[in-house]
């Protein structure tokens, strides 16, 4: 079987995702992955999905267009390739806080320092603090290849981050899932 990624993008509203998940099952698509957000009033999704023998790829374009065409919604669909990026292999989970007054170049900063290392981005979330106007969290959850100088990690990050005037943690995401983990009452 052949995977897809698609990715969409447009004006949230009920029953978007429903309307792609069963257009997908009702061709015999499996969705393997999925990660979906919003961000203010707009909707993001990216899936990975296998299609089943004998479903062309214009014949599930086509079939996405019209199953969208209710919703301002665009995508973009493609073939799957693994391994498209020469990932090191053996790497290790951790977590860079951010937090600070927001301004423009942090993300664009930080991530600099991250490819400088090799390092690998896997989820990034920055949200506006809600108890303090104009300030800002933003946290990366990264692939920290074993290879990397952990203490010259570290340093070259927090140095980034104080010249962008931010306070940076970097945490393994063991012990910030650790400290982090709500509790029952």
């Known amino acids: 079987m052949r995977k897809i990624v698609v990715s969409f993008l447009g004006r949230d509203c009920p029953g978007v995702l429903h309307s792609v998940a069963d257009l997908l099952c009702g061709l015999d698509c499996n969705i393997?992955?999925?990660?979906?957000t919003i961000l203010q009033t707009e909707f993001a999704m990216i899936l990975i999905a296998t299609l089943?023998?004998?479903?062309?790829?214009a014949e599930l374009d086509k079939r996405l267009a019209a199953g969208l065409e209710k919703y301002d919604m665009?995508?973009?669909l493609r073939e799957f390739g693994e391994d498209a990026c020469?990932?090191?292999?053996?790497?290790?989970?951790?977590?860079v806080t951010l937090n600070g007054q927001d301004r423009r170049g942090i993300i664009a900063g930080i991530s600099g320092v991250l490819a400088r290392f090799g390092v690998n981005i896997e989820n990034l979330k920055a949200v506006p603090r809600e108890d303090a106007a104009g300030m800002v969290v933003i946290g990366f959850e990264i692939a920290l290849p074993d290879a990397v100088d952990l203490p010259v990690f570290r340093r070259t990050l927090k140095e980034e981050a104080a010249r962008l005037g931010m306070d940076a943690t970097l945490q393994h995401r063991d012990i910030f899932e650790a400290m982090h983990r709500v509790q029952p009452l």
């Open 32 to 36: 393997e992955e999925i990660t979906q």
């Open 52 to 57: 089943p023998d004998g479903l062309e790829m």
């Open 74 to 76: 665009s995508y973009t």
């Open 86 to 95: 020469a990932v090191p292999r053996t790497t290790q989970p951790f977590v």
